[in-house]
């Protein structure tokens, strides 16, 4: 079996969450194998992010360089091209920074690549076959991935539990030497802040949340008024705010905001994992859509099968009933 | 500027029950419903705005069969130049980095200061554009959600990051990015503009034309291979309520108030 590393992402010297899923995930495809961790960055933070990894990785290769002090996915690329053995499998969290890195590092090291692996199904010789998943989670697959010249995998966060912590500290290998000067035609300038919106969707017990199935702009006061209704926020999904029917600051996802409701309504949302990311604290998860194959069903506590735009004015004329009922 | 845009036609999932076909081994593709892979659109509108403001061409191209012309078309009713249909049985069965070595190929065969995919498809891996400068040695950037241009030389590009925050970064031409949804609103095609372009002759490129060595390309060559495909099962899943309108309205008013919803 190939040597099977992990790249870490680390922040402010501590190692990503992820690190430990893809401890988990190295272990799956080699319950044997010898987890080696490989860090880059810079200073201090480098030092220190190699220090939190407990015993999960027995092995820590360490690449220091002053370029590496912000991730810069290119020069990441050539610093890692420089250390790692050739048929080297490679696992990379599946985020923003692994998928700049990823399929460029597969072709420069001339081995297989697949993203977005959610499970390992099966490992032979030279072959290892992985779940994952298309057309928005609505079907699975087998993919059989030819790892006789190595392989990288990028790996959904979430997908792997994460190994217990053990107490202990893998051996650091210094391996910066090996890298010599790095050089990328791509500078890092800065991080722009997202904007505060006008409601802050993170501060409510219930969330009526809508996805692509509230079809167009104008429909989005439906949601609105029954969210006035409930005392909920309206929230929404990622094609929403693309179709720039509702400000950014009201996305629940990985690239929007994260929230933890008692009450998550979810009204015509397909359920991508990017948008589940988003909700965290597992609220009740009340599901509405009309495609009953929608992969929101999967992972709600009770779903209907219906059209939001009849469904969700006739919640609201219920609810206002019911308050004017109660306040007579 | 002169831009190439990587487009790809893809069962539309707003649009489609997605199901696995009998055999197991494919999704079910009879009566569905194909559209231009929507990063893609993005990342068309996002060329033409840029050739707007400071000249040059968008060309699009896709690598795939007679049917994926309809995207083409489509691409080229809002507005792009050319389009270019990459198509040989050879390339059947391709992987990520076969489709990148062909699109590597067609690029070669021209001169593009710019070349733009979507960032990910429906049914793919969020891998060709990387691996398309890679192969190149051009820089990349992925999950592009804004460009600026800055001169001849370079770019400023914005790259969306956890939170809804955005990383900055300067980029040197040519290079290779990934456009993120929402970068851009793009435009309306109507029937009309597209039976503008209903005679227009598209170009098409072989293996042979682009001088592509058969054995890195196709099935033969790929690494990575579909095995089957399956109905994920994730969690419990949701009890589904059967009831009336009324009744489910009812049921959900209910769990609300009890979950501490309604107060």
């Given at each position: 079996?190939?040597?099977?590393?992990?790249?870490?992402?680390?922040?402010?010297?501590?190692?990503?969450?992820?690190?430990?899923?893809?401890?988990?995930?190295?272990?799956?495809?080699?319950?044997?194998?010898?987890?080696?961790?490989?860090?880059?960055?810079?200073?201090?933070?480098?030092?220190?992010?190699?220090?939190?990894?407990?015993?999960?990785?027995?092995e820590?290769?360490?690449?220091?360089?002053?370029?590496?002090?912000?991730?810069?996915?290119e020069?990441?690329?050539?610093?890692?091209?420089?250390?790692?053995?050739?048929?080297?499998?490679?696992?990379?969290?599946?985020?923003?920074?692994?998928?700049?890195?990823?399929?460029?590092l597969?072709?420069?090291?001339?081995?297989?690549?697949?993203?977005?692996v959610?499970?390992?199904?099966?490992?032979?010789?030279?072959?290892?076959?992985?779940?994952?998943?298309?057309?928005?989670?609505?079907?699975?697959?087998?993919?059989?991935?030819?790892?006789?010249?190595?392989?990288?995998?990028?790996?959904?966060p979430?997908?792997?539990?994460?190994?217990?912590?053990?107490?202990?500290?893998?051996?650091?290998?210094?391996?910066?030497?090996?890298?010599?000067?790095?050089?990328?035609?791509?500078?890092?300038?800065?991080?722009v802040?997202?904007?505060?919106?006008?409601?802050?969707?993170?501060?409510?017990?219930?969330?009526v949340?809508?996805?692509?199935?509230?079809?167009?702009?104008?429909?989005?006061?439906?949601?609105?008024?029954?969210?006035?209704?409930?005392?909920?926020?309206?929230?929404?999904?990622?094609?929403?705010?693309?179709?720039?029917?509702?400000?950014?600051?009201r996305?629940?996802?990985?690239?929007?905001?994260?929230?933890?409701?008692?009450?998550?309504?979810?009204?015509?949302?397909?359920g991508?994992?990017?948008?589940?990311?988003?909700?965290?604290?597992?609220?009740?998860?009340?599901?509405?859509?009309?495609?009953?194959?929608?992969?929101?069903?999967?992972?709600?506590?009770?779903g209907?099968?219906?059209?939001?735009?009849?469904?969700?004015?006739?919640?609201?004329?219920?609810?206002?009933?019911?308050?004017?009922v109660?306040?007579? | 500027?002169?831009?190439?845009?990587?487009?790809?036609?893809?069962?539309?999932?707003?649009?489609?029950?997605?199901?696995?076909?009998?055999?197991?081994?494919?999704?079910?593709?009879?009566?569905?419903?194909?559209?231009?892979?929507?990063?893609?659109?993005?990342?068309?509108?996002?060329a033409?705005?840029?050739?707007?403001?400071?000249?040059?061409?968008?060309?699009?191209?896709?690598?795939?069969?007679e049917?994926?012309?309809?995207?083409?078309?489509?691409?080229?009713?809002?507005?792009?130049?050319?389009?270019?249909?990459?198509?040989?049985?050879?390339f059947?069965?391709?992987?990520?980095?076969?489709?990148?070595?062909?699109?590597?190929?067609?690029?070669?065969k021209?001169?593009?200061?710019?070349?733009?995919?979507?960032?990910?498809?429906?049914?793919?891996?969020?891998?060709?554009?990387?691996?398309?400068?890679?192969?190149?040695?051009?820089?990349?950037?992925?999950?592009?959600?804004s460009?600026?241009?800055?001169?001849?030389?370079?770019?400023?590009?914005?790259?969306?990051?956890?939170?809804?925050?955005?990383e900055?970064n300067?980029?040197?031409?040519?290079?290779?990015?990934?456009i993120?949804?929402?970068?851009?609103?793009?435009r309306?095609?109507?029937?009309?503009?597209?039976?503008?372009?209903?005679?227009?002759?598209?170009?098409?490129?072989s293996?042979?034309?682009?001088?592509?060595?058969?054995?890195?390309?196709?099935?033969?060559?790929?690494?990575?291979?579909?095995?089957?495909?399956?109905?994920?099962?994730?969690g419990?899943g949701?009890?589904?309520?059967?009831?009336?309108?009324?009744?489910?309205?009812?049921k959900?008013?209910?769990?609300?108030?009890?979950?501490?919803?309604l107060?």
């Open positions: 079996m190939a040597r099977i590393f992990a790249y870490i992402a680390h922040k402010s010297g501590i190692a990503a969450d992820s690190a430990f899923e893809l401890a988990a995930a190295v272990r799956k495809i080699d319950a044997a194998a010898t987890p080696t961790a490989i860090l880059t960055g810079w200073g201090a933070d480098l030092d220190a992010a190699c220090n939190t990894l407990g015993a999960s990785y027995p820590v290769w360490k690449i220091a360089n002053e370029v590496l002090a912000y991730p810069n996915a020069l990441v690329r050539k610093a890692l091209q420089k250390v790692l053995p050739s048929n080297s499998i490679v696992l990379i969290a599946h985020e923003h920074f692994g998928i700049d890195l990823a399929p460029g597969s072709i420069k090291m001339n081995s297989a690549f697949v993203s977005d959610l499970d390992i199904a099966g490992v032979e010789a030279a072959a290892m076959k992985v779940v994952r998943q298309e057309f928005g989670g609505q079907v699975s697959t087998h993919v059989r991935c030819d790892t006789s010249s190595g392989a990288v995998l990028t790996i959904r979430g997908a792997f539990k994460s190994t217990e912590i053990a107490a202990g500290r893998g051996h650091v290998v210094d391996k910066s030497g090996e890298v010599g000067s790095l050089t990328a035609g791509r500078r890092y300038l800065e991080i802040v997202a904007e505060a919106g006008d409601v802050d969707i993170t501060k409510y017990n219930v969330l949340s809508i996805g692509r199935g509230i079809q167009e702009k104008d429909n989005v006061a439906i949601a609105l008024e029954l969210a006035e209704a409930m005392g909920a926020a309206v929230s929404c999904s990622r094609p929403v705010v693309d179709a720039k029917w509702m400000e950014k600051s996305q629940v996802g990985s690239s929007g905001k994260t929230v933890k409701p008692k009450v998550y309504l979810a009204c015509g949302i397909s991508a994992f990017q948008h589940l990311a988003g909700i965290k604290g597992s609220p009740y998860l009340i599901a509405i859509n009309k495609n009953p194959k929608a992969p929101i069903f999967q992972v709600a506590d009770v209907i099968v219906d059209d939001i735009l009849e469904f969700l004015p006739e919640l609201t004329n219920k609810v206002r009933e019911m308050r004017n109660a306040t007579k | 500027m002169e831009i190439l845009v990587c487009v790809r036609r893809v069962p539309d999932t707003s649009e489609n029950e997605i199901a696995l076909n009998s055999a197991g081994n494919d999704i079910e593709r009879d009566e569905l419903v194909y559209s231009i892979n929507e990063p893609d659109n993005y990342a068309v509108e996002e033409l705005q840029i050739v707007a403001k400071v000249g040059g061409n968008v060309m699009v191209a896709t690598v795939g069969g049917e994926d012309e309809e995207v083409l078309r489509r691409e080229m009713a809002m507005g792009a130049n050319h389009g270019v249909l990459i198509i040989d049985e050879a059947s069965g391709s992987d990520g980095r076969g489709i990148a070595t062909i699109l590597k190929a067609f690029v070669q021209g001169h593009y200061d710019l070349i733009l995919t979507g960032v990910q498809a429906e049914d793919g891996g969020a891998q060709i554009g990387g691996m398309l400068a890679a192969l190149l040695d051009y820089p990349f950037a992925s999950l592009v959600n460009i600026e241009v800055l001169d001849s030389q370079k770019l400023k590009v914005s790259r969306e990051i956890e939170g809804g925050n955005k900055l300067e980029i040197d031409l040519p290079c290779v990015l990934s993120q949804t929402g970068i851009n609103e793009p309306y095609v109507g029937m009309r503009g597209i039976r503008q372009v209903a005679s227009v002759p598209i170009p098409t490129f293996a042979a034309e682009l001088g592509i060595a058969v054995s890195t390309i196709g099935e033969a060559a790929a690494k990575v291979k579909h095995v089957d495909y399956f109905v994920p099962s994730l419990k949701a009890e589904i309520l059967h009831g009336s309108r009324e009744e489910n309205i009812n959900v008013l209910e769990l609300v108030a009890a979950k501490g919803g107060k």
